[in-house]
């Protein structure tokens, strides 16, 4: 467990290069973002709904976590009597917005610039700048799960995007 420099409490998966997941054509019910909107963010949150036949693989991801976790618990939460299940964040999301039920979606984190920016190919493998609007297209992902962080009293994985093909409707 490490503090990165912003404070927050990380974990890092796998070695340094984490664990890969691919996701096959889906799309991005929210488009990408912050919870706040902000338009200077360098970091964005990018919904992608899970397709059914990853659905298995993200529960097992999740069951492995939280062992992994309840195995050391005074290593990775400083205590011994925490419930790892009821802090953990399942990578699972459901979404409810009035009376609109959303597919599951996996949260992911992309990087729009710098040095670990997600890199967007066609279809045909070619270098392309993002869309415009992620949930006009579909994407094929190449996911990372790089970290577990702590905060807020609860834990979960950092999905990361490191390339994606984007497939214009």
């Known amino acids: ?10 974990a890092a998966i796998s070695g340094k290069d984490g664990a890969i997941v691919r996701i096959p ?3 991005s019910p929210f488009g990408a973002g912050t919870f706040n909107q902000d338009p200077t963010a360098t970091r964005l949150n990018l919904d992608l709904v899970i ?8 529960r097992a991801i999740d069951q492995f976590a939280v062992q992994a976790l309840s195995a050391d618990k005074k290593h990775y939460f400083s205590k011994e009597n925490i419930d790892v299940q009821s802090v953990y964040k399942s990578c699972i999301c459901e979404h409810v917005k009035g009376e609109k039920v959303y ?6 984190k992309i ?3 710098g040095s670990s920016a997600v890199r967007h190919w066609t279809p045909d493998r070619q270098l392309r700048d993002a869309p415009d609007d992620y949930r006009e297209c579909f994407i094929e992902a190449m996911v990372v799960a790089r970290s577990i962080y702590f ?3 609860s834990c979960g994985i950092v999905f990361d995007i490191t390339d994606m093909i984007i497939h214009e409707r």
């Open 111 to 113: 990087n729009p610039t």
């Open 151 to 153: 905060m807020g009293g």
């Open 25 to 27: 054509k889906t799309t």
């Open 51 to 58: 397709p059914d036949s990853l659905l298995d693989t993200l």
């Open 1 to 10: 467990v490490s503090t990165s420099g912003r404070g927050n409490r990380i």
């Open 103 to 108: 597919s599951p979606t996996i949260r992911c």
